[in-house]
């Protein structure tokens, strides 16, 4: 079974960094996408910035030049690295990978890790 284990969330102050890794373990025969998502109380959950499998990224244009998307595909690893932070990027952060285990891709989401950032 496959299992998305985050970590790296806290609370920061306004201009400061952190970096998210979301983890992939289990039984796995090959990973596609990658990405990262946010939620905030009474609102949809919204894409921050994904990573194909060839390395191409995109992100949302609020956090365009302050944050960055890696991966590291011997570790089944997906990275955010968050700097500049703002009030306004406080939220639940979630890791997607679309993993395959046979012959389908599956969306598999981490549990889910809080950044808060203080004014």
């Known amino acids: 079974q496959v299992q998305l284990v985050e970590s790296g969330g806290g609370l920061v102050q306004a201009g400061g960094s952190l970096r998210l890794s979301c983890a992939a373990s289990g039984s796995m025969f090959r990973i596609n996408a990658m990405g990262w998502y946010r939620q905030t109380p009474g609102k949809q959950r919204e894409l921050v910035a994904t990573i194909t499998s060839g390395g191409r990224t995109n992100a949302a244009d609020s956090v365009k030049g302050r944050f960055t998307i890696s991966r590291d595909n011997a570790k089944n690893t997906v990275y955010l690295q968050m700097n500049s932070l703002k009030p306004e990027d406080t939220a639940v952060y979630y890791c997607?990978?679309?993993?395959?285990?046979?012959?389908?891709?599956?969306?598999?989401w981490g549990q889910g890790t809080q950044v808060t950032v203080s004014s």
């Open positions: 997607k990978q679309e993993i395959a285990t046979g012959l389908l891709f599956k969306d598999y």
